[in-house]
């Protein structure tokens, strides 16, 4: 018989019908938000899991599932994964690399040029009927072009942005990471390896692209951003927590940094309270992946990845391929 599947929320129709050519399916078209405890109660007869960032794997679920063998994430980040406890339980874990780093790349732009330029502060102003003349210095904002980025965390993503923030904008890009690009990669993205305290004093523009995770909490917080210019503008594509989303706040509220634009929050869907009362800053709901063929694509990888581990062990992108070897 086929293997079991769960797709844990609602997903393309085409995806559906892909995986159930496969697998026998329970799906969840109508994206109900289910508890923990509801997750764990759908996944105990299941062999795989057709997952998204939202939905937590860790030792309660797996204790809770005993027949799970692995959990394709729909997601290049895998911070809802316990990766250890996995490993521990003999559950494969994949993620969805790759197929979404152009877009996102696209959308820290997006996100930086509407932070620098005020898009939508200034947005928010015309349509409230309050635009009744002409002024020197009205929504007067900062240069992309010419300026110098910073990019804090420089995987596939990051280099997609100090790649067009050098080739396409002009800037000077200086970069931090745990480990140096190799030579050729720095030459290709134009970028200079600095410290962390360099990047955040020197950079006019900080765009935030690492993964998340214990280490990486609170990589920003009030210390860090004091040291940013008062002029500098900070966007995070990553993940939440890896700001500390108060003290960004008061900082804006402060004009310790000129503004900032976050597609990514701590304990989200919930966004600081003290976020939306600040003028000075961008707020989208985690989007920087949704493009329609970049989505599907992403889905189409997870589908890849339960297909293949389940064909013939040989699953894409594996997170934990320890697992396969035993
Ligand atoms: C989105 O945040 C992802 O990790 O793919
Ligand atoms: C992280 O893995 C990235 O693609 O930037």
Not at 272 to 297: E, K, Q, Y
Request: glycine share 8%; proline share 5%; charged share 20%.
């Amino acid at each position: 018989s086929k293997p079991k599947i769960l797709v844990a929320r609602a997903i393309f129709p085409e995806i559906i019908s892909r995986l159930e050519q496969h697998f026998e399916v329970e799906t969840n078209q109508s994206d109900a938000i289910w508890s923990k405890a509801e997750l764990a109660d759908k996944l105990k007869d299941k062999d795989g899991a057709f997952t998204t960032g939202g939905d937590r794997i860790d030792v309660e679920v797996l204790a809770a599932c005993p027949r799970l063998k692995i959990c394709a994430n729909m997601a290049v980040g895998y911070n809802n994964f316990d990766l250890d406890a996995m490993t521990a339980a003999g559950v494969l874990a994949t993620n969805a690399p790759d197929v979404l780093t152009e877009t996102t790349a696209d959308f820290g732009f997006a996100l930086l040029m509407a932070t620098a330029r005020r898009v939508t502060e200034s947005e928010h102003f015309l349509r409230a009927g309050k635009w009744n003349k002409w002024s020197f210095d009205m929504f007067a904002g900062s240069d992309i072009h010419g300026s110098t980025l910073g990019v804090l965390g420089m995987g596939r993503i990051g280099q997609g942005i100090a790649k067009r923030g050098a080739h396409g904008f002009g800037m000077k890009v200086i970069y931090h990471n745990r480990s140096r690009l190799d030579a050729a990669m720095e030459v290709e993205c134009k970028a200079s390896y600095v410290s962390k305290e360099e990047l955040l004093r020197t950079a006019d523009h900080v765009v935030l692209v690492l993964p998340y995770s214990p280490a990486s909490h609170h990589t920003i917080g009030a210390a860090e951003l004091a040291m940013m210019k008062p002029t500098a503008t900070l966007v995070n594509i990553a993940r939440g927590g890896i700001v500390d989303d108060a003290a960004l706040a008061k900082a804006l509220r402060d004009k310790t940094i000129a503004a900032a634009g976050l597609d990514v929050f701590e304990g989200e869907p919930k966004v600081h309270p003290d976020l939306l009362t600040v003028p000075n800053v961008v707020l989208t709901p985690h989007i920087a992946s949704a493009t329609v063929p970049t989505r599907m694509a992403m889905a189409n990888l997870a589908v890849d990845n339960l297909i293949g581990f389940f064909k013939d062990g040989k699953p894409l992108t594996p997170l934990n391929p320890a697992v396969l070897a035993t």
